[in-house]
């Protein structure tokens, strides 16, 4: 039976000695002590001083140098250069270590770091730092991405200019200085978080070398036939005037939209639908109208076709506004939405509208005595609108897929995409010249995204085309950095043609781990629905595609050896000559004489090309090492959950289109962290935490104390973090106590570890049941965290670690071996037997919490017993050692289990007695 600590015991022993025990033994003293120190008290006040000190030197109390408290703010700054870069400059030059490789997904430049900064970095040290104490050698370089829409927007708002008046160098000269400035921020505060690693060698995206052999990565697959230049819509952005990926929108779902109902009056009849309508003979004079349905009624000018489902039912119908063709499930909605009647008249399929032309709102003039097609396609369903899709090739992907289609298929169709909408969303100053009615001259200079959707319907409803129209709340895709909507446009891009290795792509991740499962089937269909990208970008910070065209014709000379050519003059003279050299500089000397005939490009690359090429300096570092090839390239890449669309996919496709294999072996991904109340943290919300005031505190240390790196690394590891993870200050403070309660079990051993001889340290003749339970649990307990550290589950290792302590060690163990450690001869064979226990003990906890706070391994290790030291620097210069301790067998597990069933009902009677409740 364990009892309180009590003034008596603090009387007997001295206040000094009692608090040191105390402390350790989490304020428990056995019967055996408080006997002791009652017959202690008994004594005369004349001689009390004396025999207290007497008594004291008959036992064995803990003693340690080991702080009771962290102080973690300070004290791990004792620790902190020896574990992080001079540890992996060590580790680094242990050539004969086979290499783990997990590579660093770049950051953007851009502002301080957040607490989803501190989860992805602090999982990667982990995973570093386990490897490296499982007898690997380490590469992790950090990385910085560097160029990019929302460095180049804070050097204009520095500069309070417009990038289309100012000199592209200038403009770039402010950047870099920007992502200078932010990547010196960014490291700082990294550091903080006890990343082993040699900050003096990092890489960026805007390094010479880096620039260079991405350009080498574009080249390759240019010469493969995997990049193009095509005039197609793209998702485009108004507000930064440029291109942009998906993997650079995010989507608003109360975004208000004008959508329209239109009548699209018939202008000849197909073959079919000319019987159908023949068996009403009262229509024979009569004007037929196809219905669409728009959210962006500002398109209408570039209509090209309209689009049918041919196995949807569509109807013949009547209305107070004329004869309607619409879809049979469509007509009750529409009936709803117009106020009137919708009188069916016949029932047809889809295919019997082939054939048949139509007036468009806005007839271009070629179209004028032919009309334009109504065509079948694929997209088109009856769940919403009319079941009829006003298509314009230059406003959507599906559209012009359609009309490429249809391009191809015959001889007569359009060859000349209408696009009307210039590069700030504006309708353009050609428009007045295409559009036959002279209303719509009006809609020049008009925004497409504000007042041209109003016009175009006031126009629709003058000339009796407006069917109806309502605004609507829809989701809707908005640039993700500007936080402005973007739209569909035709503009000439280049593209990286996916569709030619994606197939190859899905099946390279067959050999590729996934943490968790499920993000292989995210990434595989990210990578399915793909069959291109979009790699270019019409803004001056990034790396340029160097390609010359020619002045008569605007086609890009595309020959291999031109682009050798130029990209040796870049990797001699920098990235900036393409801005600032002649045309003449970027020739082959076989043609100097044509320079007048070309002209440079200015286009700048996807930043997800940027940093998707990564790869090629690992390839480079291995050839530097003499490594040769391997593959994959790389152990693990570890990123956040939207990175299976952005750089684990971009990473992907550069690689198989380069190499044909994928460049990691491990794709591990974490979730985003949300506040108290389940809210993605957001600066512009302001429910974010600083990782920096985890690690420093707050102003008032009272509300927001100093907590140090490794209870928030405790935090990060101990986190689901495969799902999306919850921080709070509570969270924290919860993370702090359990860490407090880890470091007071180590210190209890430290403590009575420290007055032991080598000879107690050896493996002791006979070991009691007890010390062979906790040695067995100890053995279970290292083995579980082995494998959940070599499954990257480091929760349910620190889970285990937690229980043990607690419940094997805590309030168990500690309690039943204190009187033989305080009071036993050194020499006896039962402490000998506990001193063992205690020492295997100290070792695996020590293993076992080392790579998540690395901070309080070297405080245990400073204090570890001089003897078992072995004289190495660091505690990760040591190897976690896959040899077990020994097993006991099914039989001693079951007299256990019973044995502790027996004392947990006899402590609950002990308990229940002492409150009188029996």
Request: glycine share 6%.
């Amino acid at each position: 039976m364990w009892l309180r600590c009590s003034a008596l015991t603090k009387q007997a022993l001295g206040s000094q000695a009692i608090n040191e025990s105390c402390s350790i033994c989490t304020r428990t003293l056995s019967r055996r002590h408080l006997h002791i120190s009652r017959r202690l008290a008994a004594q005369t006040t004349a001689n009390k001083s004396s025999n207290d000190k007497a008594f004291a030197k008959t036992l064995l109390l803990p003693k340690t140098d080991f702080p009771l408290r962290a102080d973690a703010a300070n004290r791990e700054k004792l620790f902190r250069k020896k574990t992080t870069e001079t540890l992996y400059k060590w580790q680094w030059s242990e050539k004969l270590r086979p290499l783990f490789v997990l590579h660093d997904g770049p950051p953007y430049a851009n502002g301080n770091v957040h607490i989803g900064h501190a989860l992805n970095k602090i999982l990667k040290d982990v995973i570093n730092r386990y490897k490296l104490l499982r007898g690997y050698r380490i590469h992790y370089m950090p990385g910085f991405d560097c160029h990019g829409l929302p460095i180049e927007h804070k050097a204009l708002k520095q500069l309070e200019a417009d990038h289309r008046q100012m000199d592209p160098l200038e403009v770039r000269k402010v950047a870099r200085k920007t992502a200078e400035k932010a990547i010196k921020v960014q490291m700082k505060e990294f550091k903080d978080f006890g990343i082993m690693t040699d900050w003096d060698n990092v890489y960026r995206t805007y390094d010479r070398s880096y620039e260079i052999r991405q350009l080498r990565v574009f080249q390759t697959m240019l010469k493969k036939g995997l990049i193009y230049r095509q005039e197609k819509p793209v998702l485009w952005s108004p507000s930064s005037r440029t291109a942009l990926a998906e993997a650079e929108i995010e989507y608003k779902e109360d975004h208000v939209s004008e959508t329209v109902y239109v009548h699209f009056p018939l202008m000849t009849r197909g073959k079919k639908l000319e019987e159908v309508i023949a068996q009403h003979p009262e229509l024979a004079d009569k004007t037929v109208s196809l219905v669409i349905w728009t959210t962006t009624p500002w398109t209408l000018p570039a209509n090209m076709f309209v689009a049918y489902g041919k196995n949807i039912e569509y109807c013949l119908v009547q209305s107070s506004s004329g004869y309607l063709i619409v879809a049979r499930d469509r007509v009750e909605a529409l009936s709803q939405l117009t106020g009137g009647h919708l009188q069916i008249l016949s029932t047809f399929r889809g295919d019997d509208l082939q054939g048949s032309r139509y007036t468009p709102p806005y007839l271009t003039a070629a179209a004028r005595e032919t009309g334009l097609p109504v065509v079948s396609a694929d997209y088109v369903t009856a769940d919403s609108g009319t079941g009829l899709v006003h298509s314009a090739p230059a406003h959507g992907m599906d559209d012009y897929a359609a009309w490429k289609a249809q391009e191809a298929e015959s001889e007569s169709a359009n060859t000349t995409m209408a696009s009307y909408v210039d590069a700030d969303g504006q309708y353009g100053g050609n428009l007045s010249s295409e559009i036959v009615s002279p209303d719509v001259t009006g809609l020049v200079g008009a925004s497409v995204l504000s007042d041209a959707p109003a016009k175009v319907i006031e126009d629709l409803k003058a000339r009796g085309l407006l069917l109806a129209s309502a605004k609507i709340r829809h989701k809707y895709p908005h640039d993700w950095r500007t936080k402005q909507p973007v739209i569909v446009r035709s503009t000439p891009q280049w593209f990286a043609n996916v569709e030619n290795i994606k197939t190859q792509a899905v099946n390279a991740l067959q050999s590729v781990n996934f943490v968790p499962d499920q993000g292989r089937n995210r990434l595989e269909a990210f990578t399915r629905s793909r069959s291109e990208w979009c790699i270019s970008r019409q803004r001056s910070w990034g790396v340029p595609i160097p390609m010359l065209f020619d002045v008569k014709t605007g086609t890009p000379n595309m020959d291999d050896s031109v682009l050798s050519h130029i990209v040796a003059v870049l990797a001699e003279k920098g990235i900036d000559h393409w801005w600032r050299g002649a045309v003449e500089d970027f020739l082959p000397p076989s043609m100097q004489n044509t320079s007048s005939s070309y002209y440079k490009g200015t286009d700048t690359m996807d930043v997800w090309f940027d940093s998707g090429v990564s790869w090629t300096g690992i390839e480079e570092l291995l050839q530097a090492e003499g490594l040769g090839t391997r593959t994959p390239l790389t152990e693990a890449y570890l990123e956040g959950s939207d990175q299976h669309r952005g750089w684990f996919q971009s990473s992907l496709l550069t690689s198989i289109a380069v190499k044909g294999v994928a460049p990691f072996a491990n794709v591990i991904t974490h979730g985003f962290v949300l506040d108290k109340d389940g809210v993605k943290m957001s600066k512009s919300i302001g429910n974010v935490i600083s990782p920096l005031t985890v690690i420093n505190g707050g102003d008032d240390k009272a509300k927001l104390p100093a907590y140090g790196t490794d209870v928030l690394r405790f935090w990060a590891a101990s986190s689901g973090y495969t799902r999306d993870v919850t921080c709070s200050m509570d969270t924290i403070s919860g993370s702090a106590e359990t860490l407090r309660k880890i470091r007071n079990t180590l210190r209890f051993i430290l403590g009575n570890l420290s007055n032991a001889t080598p000879e107690e340290r050896s493996l002791p003749s006979s070991l009691s049941f007890v010390d062979r339970y906790v040695l067995h649990e100890l053995s279970q307990l290292s083995k579980n965290v082995r494998e959940a550290y070599d499954e990257y589950q480091f929760n349910k290792g620190l889970a285990g670690v937690t229980q043990y302590c607690t419940s094997v060690l805590s309030s168990f163990y500690f309690g039943i071996i204190k009187d033989s450690l305080y009071a036993d001869s050194a020499t006896s064979s039962r402490r000998t037997a506990i001193v063992y226990t205690l020492q295997q003990v100290l070792s695996r906890l020590t293993y076992a919490i080392a790579p998540v706070t690395p901070h309080l391994a070297e405080d245990v290790w400073q204090h570890w017993p001089s003897s078992g030291r072995s004289g190495t620097e660091s505690f990760f210069q040591k190897t976690w050692q896959d040899q077990d301790l020994p097993r006991e067998d099914d039989q001693f597990i079951s007299i256990m289990n019973t044995m502790l069933q027996l004392r947990r009902e006899a402590m609950a009677a002990i308990e229940a007695a002492r409150r009188g409740e029996r």
